[in-house]
């Protein structure tokens, strides 16, 4: 073989090489800006495009069948969305039972003997399961269901970003400490949220989703009898169903916004320019603070609510979700795998 052509034969196999480590290098790159395998990939709109393209409507069909049938049902998911964020983010956490080595948040403070929706995120994961088994995260799910049930309701719509995993555990003590308590103030309410990333208008609009729901007498019992900043005909009216005396009536409901309790709208904001708000958390976004404004901007623009309550929903979804290789896909909502 002449030289000439030896060198033209290692030139080759140089080029080969370099190929060859150019599209390994390529790989790579993708493989970070997709996230494949990687623990810290982010939330996309279009997570289950081509893994579970049934998934959005399957969510709709049951959250919409659930709230024909009870229509306090929709806030009931909105609230467990919002439960599960606030404790060690968006996990599904809060769906895990009790067993002998975990104690989980059912039976935390904020949630006990008040959460509920529970049997509908069951309905919902055993249907998921029927059109693409083992794909779609329980945490996600309890996502699009919030979603589904503001809009189901009458309120605005978003465009929810997916892609989390389910928790192995829950947390009883960072459930206690984690979800701001009826009792909270103004100041605390702003701490809390600003802790977890979210502005005093998100919390101010995450707080306006309580213009669907009821609460407990528990909840503002110490409100209708002892604080002076309420309307006395509304104090009165809810004294009717919740007496002084505590264990007396204490799981006795009422409607958070008395005016439209089972549509999501802007009379939430409306009520506490009225001193009617039922929570004295409720009453603290006006009160003569800093956030009476972002109110009276509320009730003079309800789709100034609506867009700042699906952005901050968004972001509330956001709050330190499992994804990659972090967590699992549970079979079982109520367990882990």
């Not at 806030?75 to 080595?101: E, M």
């Not at 960072?174 to 009826?182: C, K, L, R, S, T």
């Not at 789709?303 to 896909?329: N, Q």
Request: some cysteine; glycine content about 8%.
């Amino acid at each position: 073989m002449t030289l000439p052509r030896v060198l033209f034969l290692k030139h080759m196999q140089a080029m080969a090489n370099s190929f060859c480590s150019t599209f390994m290098i390529s790989l790579a790159l993708l493989v970070l800006v997709f996230g494949i395998g990687n623990a810290n990939a982010s939330l996309s709109t279009n997570f289950y495009y081509s893994s579970c393209p049934k998934l959005f409507d399957t969510v709709k069909c049951t959250v919409e069948s659930a709230i024909s049938k009870e229509a306090r049902m929709g806030a009931s998911l909105l609230r467990l969305f919002f439960h599960d964020c606030f404790v060690n983010g968006c996990d599904g956490s809060v769906l895990l039972d009790d067993t002998s080595s975990l104690s989980g948040e059912k039976n935390a403070a904020p949630n006990r003997n008040s959460a509920r929706g529970f049997e509908v995120i069951d309905k919902i994961k055993s249907a998921v399961e029927h059109v693409c088994p083992g794909v779609v995260s329980c945490a996600d799910i309890l996502a699009i269901a919030a979603r589904d049930s503001v809009v189901k309701l009458g309120g605005p719509t978003w465009d929810v970003k997916l892609g989390r995993r389910d928790s192995h555990t829950a947390s009883l003590s960072a459930a206690n400490n984690g979800i701001p308590p009826p009792t909270s103030n103004l100041n605390q309410l702003i701490s809390r949220f600003n802790a977890l990333g979210l502005s005093t208008k998100d919390m101010v609009a995450l707080s306006g989703g309580h213009t669907i729901g009821q609460a407990r007498c528990t909840s503002f019992r110490a409100r209708i009898y002892n604080e002076s900043n309420i309307d006395t005909s509304f104090a009165r009216s809810r004294q009717s169903t919740c007496p002084r005396a505590s264990g007396s009536g204490d799981n006795n409901l009422a409607p958070l916004d008395l005016t439209t309790p089972t549509f999501f709208d802007n009379h939430y904001f409306s009520n506490l320019i009225q001193k009617k708000g039922l929570l004295h958390s409720d009453q603290q976004l006006f009160n003569g603070g800093s956030t009476d404004s972002i109110v009276q901007a509320y009730i003079n623009n309800p789709s100034s609510f609506f867009s700042d309550f699906a952005t901050a929903m968004i972001k509330m979804g956001d709050i330190t979700p499992l994804t990659g290789s972090k967590g699992e896909i549970r079979k079982n909502c109520r367990r882990v795998n």
